[in-house]
């Protein structure tokens, strides 16, 4: 945990010594409110009963839309991927909740309070990003961070967990 903050710090470190072009082309797309906006659900407990009614495991997301590089690499090469949407269509439920720093991104007073009861149930060490994997039961079946390989390599962790 502590290496993970230490790399982050070194992250927002080092971004000023990126050439000029390379600083304005992630924040332009730091907050991708059209991504998150794909999830449909940012309420745990919406979530779980879709599970429960189409007995669909759950990938819940946590990232820091303003903040957070791998969260939001996460989201470019993963999460908003057609070959993501296309595999999790019938076979997912898809929740995703946002901890943006800027004033201007910060979600509403109940947005904030679910963001904190999943949070509080999920992610405990808040760790970001996180991808939690929840049986329609309610049990964790796994959790990870940022995962390589775009679209097939989340896949293939969850296939790992579901043997699907």
């Known amino acids: 945990m502590l290496l993970r903050f230490a790399l982050l710090g070194a992250l927002f470190v080092a971004a000023p010594l990126l050439p000029a072009g390379a600083q304005t082309a992630p924040a332009a797309k730091a907050a991708p409110a ?28 946590f990232s820091g839309s303003d903040w957070c590089a791998p969260c939001v690499k996460y989201e470019r090469e993963v999460f908003a991927q057609p070959a993501f949407v296309a595999y999790a269509k019938d076979r997912l439920v898809l929740a995703h ?9 910060q979600p509403s007073p109940e947005q904030i309070k679910r963001n904190d009861a999943a949070k509080a149930q999920l992610n405990r060490e808040g760790e970001f990003p996180l991808a ?33």
């Open 34 to 61: 059209n991504l998150v906006a794909n999830w449909g659900l940012n309420d745990l407990a919406a979530a779980q009963a879709q599970a429960k009614a189409t007995n669909r495991p759950i990938v819940v997301v």
């Open 97 to 105: 909740f946002d901890y943006p720093q800027k004033p201007q991104n």
């Open 132 to 164: 939690v994997v929840v049986a329609p039961d309610g049990k964790i079946l796994g959790k990870i961070g940022y995962v390589s390989g775009g679209p097939a390599g989340f896949e293939a962790y969850l296939k790992t967990l579901l043997g699907k």
